[in-house]
């Protein structure tokens, strides 16, 4: 609940603190004293719209703020919470506009956007005045209206409902984005088909690109290379010269090396171990000529097999230009393009799924619709037969509300219903939609019977005020307006702004704004009336105040509205 307002410089409002409590709180006043700019500072405090003209002559700003209790798991300190404020000794909320139309807002201490406030103000108050009918004027309000009212089991039949509807919307898009991709699919099952054909008839091995680069490089080099491995071999194992006679080679001088120092070497130990090492050289020289005498060997010139590397190698390159720099890579590429075929081999097997899939959830729509539209029809009978009765305590006995349910022709979130609450403002007329039948002042009264009707059911917020909801009325029907506030204050805390003093006296807590001299309101201009001072106010709305009469009359009220 809003335990209290204070304004600062608000239109004729110099500085006024209204503390509110539960049950029923009325603000009465003499005209132009200031009670619309209550209701109008709570408004900005709840996010609605500021501009300058409300700021007080002479003044910087107008200042509006308001400190609420709320229970633990309020679902506006959750909001709170996640804007950064601090509601650990309730919530405290600031609105600011200033003398230029800037404004500001504060939550819990902390600055936040003012459409935080308006998010709050969802789960904090329903304001209701002649120009504020906002849960009257939006068609979604009238079905949310008649879906909170319809219990549990409407709850869980519109949740049955979102909940298949969402898996046929997500169904429905996937199949038609198979359908759409369909040619495109079968157009990359081929291109992938072919790649795979063409890597399939030429088999590539792992690696054999690079072992044919080699292999293309020596055959390519086979008269140099063979050459050079002549010219080692001859060096070595030694060759006739030019004019045909022998010539030594490597090994042929370290054998005589070998035979010298091992005439000598017994005689000194040093020159033997140099006789060691020679010998190995030349064992290790005859391996060496012996290998080149192989390599030479088999060291044939084969221009047929270089041509049959060199066309292998272009047949690989082809592949590798298409599909990756090396075969090693081109091999990736098809594993992956295998697995890609099996799932696009797949779709039409996926498309034939969803279809049956997207029929039977279909099936299950149309079935959890017409549930959820039967429960909503039982409910809207019920709730308009209660508001009507309701409408007879308020000085419109003779209208009738309907709740109407249709078929909307389509599906949507919150199944294929239209809902619209209408109004037949007489015997013989033809129920309208409630905002187009009903007067200003038949509009408030509508909404209250709304809110009373549907309290112990719904009860959303936990604070509603009223500005004027008795407009147009008065004498008993006055009295019964003020009873009905009365009976939805016994759920909420509910705050009114009234001229009448039948509705006044149904009050738990009367608050009397006063204009001070200078035609400003102070903080000592908002008090709250006990005893005579309430009589007499009570005296003053009658409109004999100070008369003895008046102030029986005044008494009169209060004793009748106590039973």
């Excluded at 204070?6 to 409002?13: E, F, N, Q, S, T």
């Excluded at 201490?109 to 002649?130: S, T, W």
């Amino acid at each position: 609940m809003i335990e209290e307002i204070r304004i600062r410089d608000l239109g004729v409002i110099d500085d006024a603190v209204l503390p509110l409590h539960p049950g029923l709180t009325v603000l009465t006043g003499e005209t132009g004293a200031g009670k619309t700019m209550v209701v109008t500072g709570l408004g900005l405090l709840l996010g609605g719209r500021g501009d300058s003209g409300l700021v007080r002559a002479g003044a910087d700003r107008a200042v509006v703020e308001g400190v609420l209790d709320l229970p633990e798991g309020h679902p506006a300190l959750a909001r709170a919470g996640d804007a950064g404020a601090d509601v650990g000794d309730g919530l405290v909320l600031v609105r600011s506009v200033s003398a230029d139309g800037r404004s500001r807002a504060h939550v819990g201490g902390r600055a936040a956007p003012v459409g935080v406030l308006a998010e709050l103000a969802e789960h904090l108050v329903a304001v209701h005045g002649q120009a504020d009918q906002w849960r009257l004027r939006r068609s979604d309000q009238h079905r949310e209206v008649v879906d909170a009212f319809g219990g549990v089991d409407l709850a869980t039949a519109l949740a049955a409902y979102r909940a298949v509807h969402a898996e046929l919307g997500a169904a429905e898009a996937e199949l038609a984005h198979l359908r759409t991709a369909a040619a495109e699919r079968a157009r990359e099952a081929e291109s992938l088909r072919a790649g795979l054909e063409r890597i399939e008839a030429l088999d590539p091995q792992p690696g054999e690109d690079e072992v044919l680069r080699m292999e293309s490089h020596r055959l390519g080099h086979a008269e140099e290379l063979r050459g050079g491995a002549g010219a080692a071999h001859d060096a070595l194992a030694g060759a006739d010269d030019a004019s045909g006679m022998p010539a030594p080679g490597v090994l042929e001088a370290l054998a005589v090396a070998s035979a010298r120092l091992s005439a000598v070497s017994g005689s000194d130990p040093a020159l033997a171990e140099i006789g060691t090492r020679v010998d190995e050289l030349r064992y290790l020289a005859a391996d060496v000529a012996a290998d080149l005498g192989s390599y030479l060997a088999d060291a044939e010139v084969d221009p047929a097999r270089l041509e049959q590397v060199e066309q292998r190698r272009a047949a690989l390159g082809d592949l590798t230009r298409l599909y990756g720099p090396t075969v090693d890579a081109v091999l990736a590429w098809g594993r992956d393009a295998a697995v890609r075929v099996t799932e696009l081999d797949g779709t039409s097997e996926r498309i034939d799924e969803l279809e049956q899939r997207v029929a039977d959830l279909a099936a299950a729509r149309e079935a959890a619709a017409g549930r959820l539209t039967a429960l909503r029809t039982a409910a809207a009978g019920s709730l308009g037969a209660r508001i009507t009765d309701e409408l007879g305590h308020l000085a419109m006995g003779s209208a009738t509300v309907t709740v109407a349910v249709e078929d909307a022709g389509r599906f949507g979130a919150d199944g294929r219903d239209d809902v619209e609450i209408r109004l037949a403002s007489g015997s013989g007329t033809a129920p309208r939609a409630v905002t187009r039948a009903a007067s200003g002042g038949e509009l408030s009264r509508v909404m209250l019977a709304i809110e009373v009707a549907t309290a112990s059911e719904v009860s959303s917020v936990p604070t509603f005020v009223f500005d004027e909801v008795d407009a147009g009325v008065g004498g008993r029907a006055a009295l019964d307006v003020g009873a009905r506030l009365a009976a939805l204050a016994r759920h909420a805390q509910v705050v009114v702004v009234t001229h009448l003093a039948q509705v006044a006296a149904h009050a738990d807590r009367h608050l009397v704004v006063e204009r001070s001299d200078d035609g400003h309101v102070t903080r000592s201009g908002v008090h709250a009336v006990e005893g005579e001072a309430r009589v007499a106010e009570l005296a003053r709305m009658l409109g004999g105040s100070g008369t003895e009469a008046a102030l029986e009359h005044a008494r009169d009220l209060m004793a009748r509205a106590r039973t």
